[in-house]
C-alpha cells in the first residue's frame, strides 16, 4: 500500500481543488491511499512552537507516515493560498525537524478561468524546492475547473486522460523514490 498525504489549499466547501484531488485519487492506480489533511489550523505564531497545537502535530503526523505528499491549490491573488501557506509552516518546523525533507511530492492546482493556477503553482514549486521535497517535474497540470468539470461536477471526460497521466506518474515517482532510500 502506498500512502500520500493531500493538502489541500481550499477550505471552501464545493472546493474545484477538493474535486480535483478527488478525481486524481480516483484515476489513481490500485493501491494507493489518498488521505486528506485538515488544514483548519491556527495561524502560525512562532510562540506555540514549545507547545505544538495538536491539529498541527496531526498534520506533521500524517505527512511523516506518508510515502508521499501531493499538494493541491487554489491561485489566491497570483499565488498559492494563505491556508496552505500556514500549513506548510507549522509543517515545516520545529527548525531542523521538517516533516516535508526528502519526501516524494507533487503539485496541482485548480482555478475558475483558462490559466489554472499557473503562477499559484509556479510560487508553490519554488517552495517545495526550498523544503527539499522530491518533487515530480512533469506532468505538470494546470486545470481550468470551468471546462474540466461538467454540469454534474464530475471530471470531464476531456479531462480524464491527462488526470490519469498525472496519477500514474505521481504513484510511479512516490514509489520509485521511496524504493530508492
Ligand atoms: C481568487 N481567484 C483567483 N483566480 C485566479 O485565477 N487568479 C487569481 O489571482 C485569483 N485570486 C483570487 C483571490 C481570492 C482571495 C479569491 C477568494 C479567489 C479565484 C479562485 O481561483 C477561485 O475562487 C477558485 O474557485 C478557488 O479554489 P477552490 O476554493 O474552488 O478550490
Known sequence: MTTIAVLVGSLRKDSYNLRLAKSVE???PEGAEFVYANLNLPLFNQDLEADFP???TAL???VEGADGVLFVTPEYNRSFSGVLKNAIDWGSRPWGQSSFAGK???LIGASGGALGATQ???ALRNVL???DTK???QPEVYFNALTGFDE???LASSAEGFIKAFAEAFVKHVESSSAAK
Open 54 to 56: 495538536p491539529e498541527a
Open 60 to 62: 506533521k503526523q500524517l
Open 129 to 131: 524546492v526550498f523544503l
Open 152 to 154: 454534474n461536477g464530475e
Open 104 to 106: 516524494p511530492a507533487a
Open 135 to 137: 518533487l515530480m517535474g
Open 26 to 28: 480516483r484515476l489513481a
Open 120 to 122: 499559484a503553482q509556479a
